[in-house]
């Protein structure tokens, strides 16, 4: 089982569970600039939806960018982490122009095919960081 997620857009994630070259299963979160927060739940609960362990992936897809900076930082840093953990292969698919999931997901399986356990991805974030203060 391959998983893929996308938390390359503002207010929306989406994580997919692919079998084959076949996405089985597909769960999507919308949020107002909270994206980053519903990441490990959304992983956690289409996982559990489909009595799919951790252990039982064998590899990760995600698109590493460009996108909102605190969610391609955290997609990246759970992915990376993830396949440390689980010593499975994780490949980043830049996303430099909107593309469907499913287009990145059939590019992510042919990077995954030659990918090796132990290499990490690095963020895109294609520009500096709009960080700004809360207003009170």
């Known amino acids: 089982m391959i998983l893929y997620f996308n938390a390359a857009r503002e207010k929306e994630i989406s994580a997919y569970l692919i079998k084959g070259s076949e996405a089985i299963d597909r769960l999507k979160q ?8 519903y990441l490990l739940p959304l992983i956690d609960k289409l996982l559990k939806k489909n009595k799919i362990g951790f252990t039982d992936l064998k590899g990760i897809i995600i698109v590493s960018g460009p996108g909102p900076f605190t969610s391609i930082r955290i ?10 953990a689980l010593k499975i292969p994780v490949v980043g698919i830049e996303n430099k122009k909107p593309i469907k999931d499913e287009q990145n997901i059939k590019a ?25 203060r809360s207003k009170k």
Request: charged share 25%.
């Open 108 to 132: 992510g399986l042919l990077k995954l095919k030659k990918a090796k356990v132990g290499t990490h991805i690095k963020p895109v974030y294609g520009g500096e960081a709009n960080i700004t």
């Open 30 to 37: 919308r949020g107002d600039f909270k994206v980053s927060e």
């Open 75 to 84: 997609a990246v840093a759970v992915a990376n982490t993830l396949s440390f």
